[in-house]
């Protein structure tokens, strides 16, 4: 073979072993940030799954604003990131992986700070499908007397998902239960992780709701800061007020080093529920399982907790005040601002974060609400 006949051969050659080794267009369609023309966002955008919601300052018009999506590399969104839309009601978004094989279809929604409701029933709740359609655990939310959600509620029932210990809604740490004080309820049950949780040290998992975003992306690492409590909120709390049920599990555990429960003796699990009014500040925008309640954290204004908590297997009512911390008070032009938020946080076990508690303690809670010294002023 001639020198250029062997040139033209390995030229051919590379080219094709090129188009062999081309890596495959991104197959992913996910919107991965949003921003808003103008200084017009209160909070950063909440995204989740499939929905994402922005919350506005209480003076923007909703009948005209154009969001700006970061996507995926490749990935196409229609309508077009920019397009004005009237956001009086949730629109809908079709995003396409580069390859064109995969879309997925995003709500979004825009929020004034005064939209987040303040009595919680739990009556409504999506089935998600996880794993494949191999289980499906719920998702509660609340519906505003428009008739459009205005809030859901986050859990780990994600993640659980992961320790293939469950199956379908009722066996999730947190679920929708019948026999409510009216209608339905929340029930949350401290689970077993079975061997995957427990080569992890993470051999349970305390069933738990909250008001606000499970972080899935930092679940395993760093557990106590995936939860993300807290929402905007334009009140003043006063008064926390509902009904719960509490069954501890029969023998209380903490993890060894290998991740093993042991029976602690002479100790029995109880549940957490509670309610944090405070300051929302750039880069903290959120609680976490670090800080919630502590002590030294100065961006809390009040708190409100329930003092004699205890088992029962009837309802028990309970109406605790919202009490200031020391020092604190309510910045009326921050109030106005929506820089503060609200958490609502609950917990089938209290120490649930450190991984200790009893398998089968079971907590129901049902019609919450929070009384307010001042309402937003209507927009």
Sequence with gaps: ????????????????????????????????????P??????????????????????????????????TPGATIEPASGTSRNFLFPQTYIVTSED?????????????????????????????????????????????????????????????????????????????????????CAVLTTRSTGSYGQRLGKPIASGNLFIGKFDMTDAIAHPLEATHFGAPFNNVPTQFSGYYKYAPGETYCEPDESGKLVPVEGKSDMFSLYAVFYESVPGQEWLDGTNVLSADNPHIISTAEIPDRRASEEWVEFSVPFRFRPGKSVDEDKLKAGKYSIAIVMGSSQEGDRFCGAVGSTLKVDELSVSCMKDSDEN
């Design 38 to 71: 103008g200084d017009v966002l209160n909070r950063l955008p909440v995204i989740d799954n499939d929905k994402v919601t922005l919350i506005v300052k209480n003076d923007v018009s909703v009948m005209s604003l154009a969001p700006e999506f970061e996507l």
């Design 100 to 184: 064109g094989m995969w879309s997925k279809r995003y709500t979004v929604s825009v929020e004034r700070n005064n939209t987040i409701n303040l009595n919680y029933n739990f009556e409504n709740v999506r089935v998600v499908s996880a794993l494949g359609g191999a289980c499906s655990y719920d998702v509660f939310y609340e519906v505003a007397p428009t008739g459009v959600e205005s809030l859901e509620w986050a859990s780990a029932n994600a993640a659980f998902a992961l320790t293939f210990q469950a199956s379908s809604p009722n066996t999730f740490p947190t679920y929708q239960g019948d026999e409510g004080v009216a209608g339905h």
């Design 1 to 36: 073979m001639r020198f250029s006949e062997s040139a033209v051969a390995l030229a051919v050659f590379v080219a094709a072993s090129s188009c062999i080794r081309e890596e495959a267009r991104n197959a992913e369609c996910d919107i991965t940030g949003v921003t808003l």
